[in-house]
């Protein structure tokens, strides 16, 4: 493999608060992240209600490249790289289906992920002219398609990761995964239990990934951003309400892992139920339900809360504003291709998810009323950023700069109070251990007091 590098020392100061704009906008940055970053990171790639029967697929991304996330006929969960090893068409074009091979529109060349014709699913099964072409000695297994190493289920959602020596998932995680169980887990407390309602939603945004990562790793100081929507008040049934948690938000970051959200302080009851769809009677008898399910279901164990937050390096996910994960798939320095996932408890009566998919359509993406205020700044944004006066300017990150301090209950993460961009500081710490590191060694994280202490 080719390993480009490039010079970033210098890009990136969490100490004094200042990031680079190359980070930003630049092409042999960009180029470094899609080796360095998003083949050793651990990526989502799609959810198992996406894929329920045998032979289903759905083609995902992985960084700039297309993959075939795949459940073949004996159930296992595959990746596989969505280009051929003859010449490098896409072996399928669509965006999902069922079949149990892909052939190649290009030459022909077909490949199976049926264990009882194979023995490494995505090898070559079919070769036009093989004999009079070949000779009939085409190593078939050797140009298989491309499999990713690392698959994992986790709670419904399917992550895999490029690189054999990376981290298992649950310790790439840390505690961050009690956080994204919020959003995973069934209403009622119970673990998992959750489907993608409808299709994903995508579309392209010119602007940096980053902007989008960062933005949902803990941002709080951007709610100027949204005062329309905060105006408009539209709650999630249609009627008058808030859009969002009203309990104070804190902002919790992982030092040594990256990951950050915008949360609760881990605390020991639900807190109280509040009336929310008070226009639909089944609907709110359904939460009313669910919640005094949850109260039983968790008892007094410690549980934790959230609004937003990002998993490093590019999903982020929201609990409940609505209940999403948005991947931020890198396209170019300055473009990103926004994929939503939306969930709904999978058990959940018809009025609910009906509910829920109005709710998400006029609350979240590109038409959404407050996607529209972020997508705007992180264009604008930029654009304003790429001429040769704005690149001598680093961005600012000193907001709650030296007030980190532990979290109690949860020994590897930091908060700063709401206002705070320790989690961006995290999150660009770990970006640059990523870009510099040899390999996976150089990544383990440190022990986690030790990194709480220097606040990343
Ligand atoms: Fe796929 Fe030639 S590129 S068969
Ligand atoms: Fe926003």
């Excluded at 596989?80 to 999902?96: A, I």
């Excluded at 008058?240 to 948690?245: C, I, M, Q, T, Y």
Aim: charged fraction near 25%.
């Amino acid at each position: 493999m080719m390993r480009r590098e490039i010079d970033i020392s210098g890009l990136v100061d969490v100490e004094n608060g200042v990031v680079s704009r190359e980070l930003f906008v630049n092409s042999d940055v960009f180029d470094q992240e899609m080796e360095n970053v998003f083949t050793r990171g651990w990526l989502l790639v799609g959810h198992e209600s996406l894929i329920p029967k045998p032979n289903d697929y759905f083609v995902s991304r992985m960084g700039t490249e297309s993959v075939i996330l795949t459940r073949n006929k004996q159930g296992e969960i595959l990746v596989l790289l969505n280009s051929c090893t003859h010449r490098g068409m896409k072996v399928c074009r669509y965006d999902q289906g069922n079949s149990a091979v892909f052939t190649c529109p290009y030459h022909g060349w077909s490949f199976s992920t049926d264990r009882e014709r194979v023995s490494q699913p995505g090898a070559l099964v079919g070769v036009p002219r093989s004999e009079e072409g070949y000779g009939g000695k085409l190593d078939r297994e050797a140009w298989g398609l491309e499999r990713c190493p690392h698959v994992v289920n986790y709670k419904g959602t399917v992550w895999a990761n490029w690189d054999s020596a990376a981290m298992p998932f649950e310790d790439y995680l840390g505690d961050m995964r009690m956080f994204l169980d919020c959003v995973l887990d069934h209403r009622d407390g119970s673990a998992g239990g959750s489907e993608v309602i409808g299709g994903v939603q995508k579309w392209r945004v010119r602007s940096n990934w980053k902007l989008s990562a960062e933005n949902f790793v803990g941002d709080l100081y951007h709610e100027v951003s949204h005062q329309s929507a905060n105006l408009a008040e539209i709650g999630p049934s249609g009627g008058k309400g808030r859009r969002d948690e009203q309990r104070p938000r804190h902002a919790i970051g992982f030092p040594g892992l990256g990951h950050g959200v915008l949360g609760f302080l881990p605390h020991y009851e639900e807190p109280e139920y509040t009336a929310s769809y008070r226009n639909d009677p089944e609907v709110e008898a359904y939460y009313r339900e669910v919640y005094e399910a949850r109260v039983r279901n968790l008892g007094d164990r410690m549980r934790v809360g959230m609004t937003v937050g990002t998993i490093f390096p590019n999903m982020s996910f929201h609990a409940n504003q609505p209940r999403t994960l948005l991947l931020a798939h890198p396209i170019s320095a300055t473009e990103m291709e926004m994929w939503r996932y939306y969930l709904v408890d999978a058990n959940a009566p018809a009025k609910v998810k009906d509910m829920l998919r109005h709710y998400y359509l006029r609350y979240s993406g590109p038409a959404g009323i407050t996607e529209s205020d972020d997508m705007e700044n992180w264009t604008y944004a930029t654009a304003a950023s790429g001429g040769a006066i704005a690149r001598r300017r680093a961005y600012n990150y000193q907001l709650g700069l030296g007030k980190e301090r532990q979290v109690p209950g949860l020994p590897g993460a930091v908060q700063s109070g709401s206002y705070s961009e320790a989690n961006q500081r995290i999150f660009y710490r770990r970006w640059e251990q990523f870009m510099q590191a040899e390999d996976w060694a150089d990544l383990m994280p440190e022990p986690q007091s030790a990194a709480a202490a220097h606040g990343g």
